[in-house]
């Protein structure tokens, strides 16, 4: 007698077998899609980091400008090596108006600007950049040594840090420097 069909052994070992090759599909599809995450992530911090590079050294180069020469613009107001606060007549008007002395530093990994007053308040502030793990400045005269006087600063190096979780395999970090040459000393 000829039997049609499948023992239940066989229909087990098939049904074993099925349920190894799926987990197996599905753990490769979850690696792939979180390295491709993760990889995501890495691009946008590196983005972010030029863009915010960027940012600053455009900035940090019109320190000083006063097209007009008016008096109370000084450039660099105040520096160390994790804040520096600068001046620059945006509107170019000969006068600081709100908005055109600022303050940057980090607060609890966010890379703050303040906009202040004349007299160092806070006006408003506006976050330029998240996960910033360090920002570090050094500053320099003419002759590229270490500049004593805000009146003598002529080149800035700027350092900013990034770090962000991965999916995979823990933090990631990207660091960032350039040096920056005052056009308005």
Same mark, same amino acid.
């Given at each position: 007698?000829? @039997? *049609?069909?499948? %023992? ?11 349920? /190894? ?19 995501? *992530? ?36 105040? /520096? ?45 502030? @506006?976050?330029?950049? *998240? ?11 003419? %002759? ?15 350092? /900013? ?5 991965? &999916?995979?395999?823990?933090? &990631? ?13």
């Amino acid at each position: 007698m000829h @039997q *049609k069909g499948m %023992t239940l052994v066989e229909l087990l070992v098939v049904m074993v077998v099925s349920t /190894i090759i799926g987990i197996a599909v599905l753990n490769m599809f979850t690696l792939s899609n979180r390295t491709f995450m993760d990889q995501n *992530k890495i691009l946008d911090a590196q983005r972010d980091g030029r863009l915010v590079m960027e940012y600053l050294t455009r900035y940090m180069r019109e320190a000083g400008l006063n097209p007009l020469g008016s008096p109370n613009f000084e450039g660099v107001r105040q /520096i160390s090596s994790s804040n520096i606060i600068i001046d620059r007549d945006s509107d170019l008007d000969g006068v600081l108006d709100e908005g055109e002395i600022v303050s940057y530093i980090v607060n609890f990994g966010i890379l703050k600007r303040h906009f202040l007053d004349e007299n160092g308040n806070v006006i408003r502030s @506006q976050d330029i950049a *998240k996960n910033v793990t360090s920002f570090q400045l050094a500053w320099f005269d003419e %002759t590229g040594g270490p500049s004593p006087a805000l009146a003598d600063i002529r080149s800035i190096d700027v350092s /900013i840090g990034f770090t962000d979780n991965k &999916f995979i395999g823990g933090d &990631f970090t990207r660091t960032y420097s350039t040096r920056v040459d005052l056009r308005n000393p």
